[in-house]
Antibody, heavy 119, light 108 residues
Framework: EVQLVESGGGVVQPGGSLRLSCAAS????????MHWVRQAPGKGLEWVSL????????YYADSVKGRFTISRDNSKNSLYLQMNSLRTEDTALYYC????????????WGQGTLVTVSS | SYELTQPPSVSVSPGQTARITCSGD??????AYWYQQKPGQAPVLVIY???ERPSGIPERFSGSSSGTTVTLTISGVQAEDEADYYC???????????FGGGTKLTVL
């Protein structure tokens, strides 16, 4: 059974940092590009970041560029999102998602972890 | 930056057909995906690769593509289909994901 389980969310003050993790199981992790997607309360879905299967390429939404860093450890089947200089507008439910690199199949999604940036 | 455009809301009566559109310049080159999201729940994929239906998704959900517009069609709408629906695709390079603003489907 495929599972993506996010963790690491919590409450942090503006300007603070947080590191999210996503533990993957049930599929060959390094065959998949990994994404972070977020959803602010009452708002739509927003793509945040992407990392290639081997971790060699990363991409970011303009709203987080220079503040967030995506990484992965294929030996641990894990994805990470280091979030620095957090702003109140970063408050959201953060989802990780996996998409096969070669074959166009249905992507896998986790259930999300909540990040609240508030003083 | 690249955008996908959806209508904010669609309303239909039970048993009727609901059509939700999504427009974007790169859609002729990039596949579209559709997600259903009910309050307090994570998004659920209902269509991928423009028109493929994941296992477990009812046959009344279908997808189609024509030029710069993709369409999610729900035939014989049921009360349980009331939800927000999001289209998702990629930019012209095929790397970064893009989401539409979402469409609230109301079953009258």
């Amino acid at each position: 059974e495929v599972q993506l389980v996010e963790s690491g969310g919590g409450v942090v003050q503006p300007g603070g940092s947080l590191r999210l993790s996503c533990a993957a199981s049930g599929f060959t992790f390094d065959d998949y590009a990994m994404h972070w997607v977020r959803q602010a309360p009452g708002k739509g879905l927003e793509w945040v970041s992407l990392i290639s299967g081997d971790g060699g390429s990363t991409y970011y939404a303009d709203s987080v560029k220079g503040r967030f860093t995506i990484s992965r450890d294929n030996s641990k089947n894990s994805l990470y999102l280091q979030m620095n200089s957090l702003r109140t507008e970063d408050t959201a439910l953060y989802y990780c998602a996996a998409l096969h690199i070669v074959v166009v199949t249905a992507p896998y999604w986790g259930q999300g972890t909540l990040v609240t940036v508030s003083s | 930056s690249y955008e996908l455009t959806q209508p904010p809301s669609v309303s239909v009566s039970p048993g009727q057909t609901a059509r939700i559109t999504c427009s974007g310049d790169a859609l002729p080159k990039q596949y579209a995906y559709w997600y259903q999201q009910k309050p307090g729940q994570a998004p659920v994929l209902v269509i991928y690769k423009d028109s493929e239906r994941p296992s477990g998704i009812p046959e009344r959900f279908s997808g189609s593509s024509s030029g710069t517009t993709v369409t999610l069609t729900i035939s014989g709408v049921q009360a349980e289909d009331e939800a927000d629906y999001y289209c998702q695709s990629a930019d012209s390079s095929g790397t970064c994901w893009v989401f539409g603003g979402g469409t609230k489907l109301t079953v009258l």
